[in-house]
């Protein structure tokens, strides 16, 4: 009988508990949990580019490197943590075991005091006395050799444990003993927290081992390779020093890279083939690899004699683990401090921005930031990225990667291209996939440029050529026929409205802090700027609110409405406000084309749902896919799935003819040098696909491809009715409410809210206000779970807030 079994044996009826007992459920939390892992310690996943090629052996030789040298006086105790989340083949096969019965050997080996552990917390084995395989269950079996003079300590863990020695999601299913991804990392991020627990006088270092190869599937079916990238640990490779290694293990670098993994080495026994010359070369050495010698193949060998021989191998890898974990936490520690001499942050006054405030992101995994918090125990900690990058992001983590693999597969074919005249798949399919859906009924050209300010101004250019075309008497003073006379074209638009940042776009709105003399001294603003009414929940009804212009209407004569959809009901168009309404824009065009002959207004610039009657420039830049509308219309930021800057802009067939003719000098002359870049374009094609199908994007209503409601009623209610906000906006992926201030609190360059924002990072959402604005963008994939989670957040800390 092998010692492992009969251990579990003789334990069977006096399991003993952990002195850290972890107890979890196996379906999955919902929403998904946020991870905090310290940093104050080394950490390193153990990966393999494939099974069988000596993940434990090489776990095992760096757990001997690290602790068994013999102590000095002044040195701190060791302690070297070793995970292995998932385990199969058991309890026949245990790596856990297998680490800690070698380390106990070469401790009396080379007579250094250790004390070993070694625990499976859980296991899908049947209850003493069954056959019948119940479910993954609590085993809390432990087994430990103390020795009392040891400075040095090993504690093996293994965390879940099947009996089918097959990949854990076939073993998983067959044992009805299935866990879920979050599962397994919440199980991980404990098991780290409490060990790390032994503070800055131990000199610690932890081993996460993974199963089979670098994509083999985990226990819910997901490639290993994603299941573990929300923690995004730095790694060790296992590679293959066999006949093919070398293809296998770049293999498995790649796919790791590819995901965002830090590899720190790469290691590999020897087989004679001398495989570490090309992988170094493919490396470039700028990652070490590290051989092994040959490991003995008579199975009664107990590999002590090799461990013995490899250990300056092990110490040389132990070393540069070591060295890059250092190297990481000094560049994390002073990146806060270099950014504030560097860096010229857009949107943002730099002396009300101490270093301590800085938020230094280590990594981004789907909707969540991986936040460094430099504090006594430095640590890893994840934020709810609640303004989507500025209207940006929708991936989630599979998502994310898929997206990945797009890119990195368009930049090996394409690299960069130019476009005029030339056509190439990915610039192809996206303006295919636009024209056929956002497009589908009305436009027929796709204008591609860089962002969503020159996509505006594109349009603008576009409206005022067909302007022009059309009123042929106008278009022949802009010839130079006629040249005593000048014309001025215009825009309609709201106030209150943003279309970008470029000189051309401010143009086309109304004056506000970006426009100022200080931020802009050539504003003008070239437009009529009619003021809107606006819609907003407060006290739990839905109101609107008219202009001053309009104080003559009081709001007892239109009343309040119980939804959202009351209000924006097609029926309300021939209402007796949609007609005041109506009235007041015709006559503020009279009054406007009556004060000058020689100024006319040639487009109208507004963001989605709205029925004005002119050439139409929709500003749909920040907006969702759904909303997206008609004449012109541009396009920028989600579009991509906030991967890579990317714009368009639609047009009509119309508005193309009105470029045409047998001079190059009509022809629309704007241009970008990346216009339609293969990378933006095929990240583009893949993020209309995946958000539009109800396959991949689980928030759309097939009858319809719409949208379903993301954010809780009830919770939306209760802050609309909350004393500290003045009102609140829900639509779509946009949840905002107005804090309750006073005059000198308000506006844009209010700081408000700085203390909300403040405590809800704590919480795990970053949030950037407008002022006394406070809002939550979510993603079109984001599960209304995780917006509940948000608003629930949100309320609590109003409550705090208020009282503050």
């Known amino acids: 009988m092998l010692p492992v079994t009969a251990t579990l044996l003789r334990h069977r009826h006096r399991l003993r508990h952990l002195r850290h007992h972890i107890r979890l459920n196996s379906t999955s939390p919902s929403p998904p949990p946020h991870y905090h892992l310290p940093l104050n310690h080394p950490t390193y996943l153990i990966w393999s580019s494939n099974t069988s090629l000596g993940k434990t052996l090489v776990s095992t030789g760096i757990s001997a490197s690290f602790l068994l040298q013999p102590p000095s006086p002044a040195s701190h105790s060791t302690k070297l943590i070793y995970l292995k989340p998932l385990q199969t083949g058991f309890p026949s096969d245990s790596d856990s075991r297998f680490v800690f019965s070698k380390l106990a050997s070469l401790s009396l080996r080379l007579r250094v005091p250790l004390s070993v552990s070694n625990s499976v917390l859980r296991s899908s084995l049947p209850r003493s006395g069954t056959r019948e395989n119940i479910g993954m269950r609590d085993l809390n079996f432990l087994e430990e050799k103390v020795v009392t003079t040891a400075a040095a300590e090993l504690s093996c863990k293994t965390l879940f444990a099947w009996e089918a020695a097959i990949s854990p999601h076939l073993a998983a299913e067959r044992e009805n003993a299935p866990v879920e991804d979050s599962v397994v990392l919440k199980m991980v991020e404990q098991c780290l927290r409490e060990e790390m627990e032994c503070g800055s006088e131990t000199n610690l270092l932890c081993l996460v081992e993974t199963a089979g190869g670098v994509a083999s599937p985990g226990p819910s079916g997901s490639l290993q390779c994603d299941l573990y990238r929300p923690l995004r640990l730095p790694g060790v490779l296992v590679g293959d020093g066999k006949l093919g290694g070398i293809s296998g293990t770049i293999a498995a670098y790649e796919s790791l890279k590819l995901r965002g993994y ?20 493919y490396l470039r050495n700028k990652v070490p690899v590290l051989v092994l010698p040959p490991v003995p193949k008579d199975p009664s060998d107990d590999l002590i004699d090799w461990f013995v021989e490899s250990d300056g191998v092990f110490k040389a890898l132990k070393e540069v683990m070591v060295s890059a974990y250092v190297e990481r936490v000094e560049r994390l520690n002073g990146m806060a401090k270099q950014a504030g001499q560097v860096f010229w942050w857009p949107f943002t006054q730099h002396k009300l921005v101490p270093e301590e405030t800085v938020t230094v992101i280590d990594s981004r995994c789907g909707e969540n930031f991986s936040v460094y918090k430099d504090s006594d125990k430095n640590s890893i900690t994840q934020q709810f990225d609640a303004c989507a990058s500025w209207w940006t992001q929708g991936p989630d983590p599979a998502f994310q990667a898929e997206l990945a693999r797009e890119m990195g597969y368009t930049a090996a074919r394409f690299g960069h291209v130019m476009f005029p005249e030339n056509v190439y798949e990915p610039a192809l399919k996206c303006a295919e996939l636009l024209l056929d859906g956002v497009g589908k009924g009305w436009a027929s050209r796709v204008y591609f440029s860089d962002n969503g300010s020159t996509a505006i101004e594109i349009a603008l250019k576009m409206a005022f050529r067909k302007f022009c075309v059309d009123h042929e008497t106008l278009l022949e003073f802009s010839e130079g026929r006629d040249e005593e006379k ?58 609107l609110s008219l202009p001053e212009s309009f104080s003559e209407i009081t709001p007892e004569e239109y009343g309040t409405f119980s939804t959202r959809d009351e209000i924006f009901d097609k029926s309300r168009d021939t ?94 002359l704007h241009g970008h040098s990346y216009s339609a870049h293969a990378m933006g374009c095929a990240t583009a094609a893949k993020a209309i696909e995946w958000f539009k199908d109800p396959e991949t994007n689980h928030n759309i209503i097939p009858q319809g491809g719409i949208l379903r409601e993301l954010w809780d009623e009830e919770l939306v209610q209760q802050i609309s009715c909350h004393s500290a906000v003045q009102r609140v906006v829900v639509l779509g992926t946009l949840f905002a409410l107005e804090l309750k201030v006073d005059a000198s609190n308000s506006g844009y360059a209010s700081l408000y809210a700085k203390s909300l924002l403040q405590m809800l990072r704590e919480d795990g959402i970053f949030m950037r206000p407008l002022g006394n604005v406070v809002y939550l963008m979510c993603g079109p994939c984001t599960s209304p779970e995780i917006c509940r989670e948000l608003l629930s957040k949100l309320y609590k800390r109003l409550g705090e807030f208020n009282r503050a």
């Not at 830090?262 to 070369?281: I, M, Q, R, Y």
């Not at 008609?630 to 800057?645: D, E, Q, R, S, V």
Request: proline content about 5%; glycine content about 8%; aromatic content about 12%.
């Open 486 to 543: 000048h014309i001025v074209v215009k825009v309609l638009a709201l106030r209150g409205s943003y279309h970008g940042d470029t000189l051309g776009a401010m143009e086309a709105q109304a004056p506000s802090p970006y426009t100022g003399f200080l931020q802009q001294p050539w504003y003008t603003g070239r437009g009529l700027f009619l003021d809107p009414p606006t819609v907003f929940l407060s006290n739990g009804a839905w109101n």
């Open 575 to 668: 209402s007796v406000l949609a007609t005041i309404y109506s009235t007041y824009v015709s006559e503020q065009l009279q009054e406007y084309s009556g004060n000058t002959q020689s100024t006319h207004v040639g487009a109208l610039i507004i963001e989605p749902d709205s029925n004005y009657c002119f050439i139409k420039v929709a500003d749909c830049i920040s907006s969702d896919p759904w909303c997206w509308g008609n004449a012109h219309a541009c396009f920028a930021k989600l579009m991509t799935g906030g991967m890579i800057p990317l714009a368009v802009t639609l047009a009509t067939d119309a508005v193309f003819d009105s470029f045409s003719g047998d001079s190059k000098l009509k022809a629309l």
């Open 262 to 281: 830090d590899v720190a080495a790469v290691v590999f026994e020897d087989h004679g083939l001398v495989n570490e010359v090309p992988l170094t070369s």
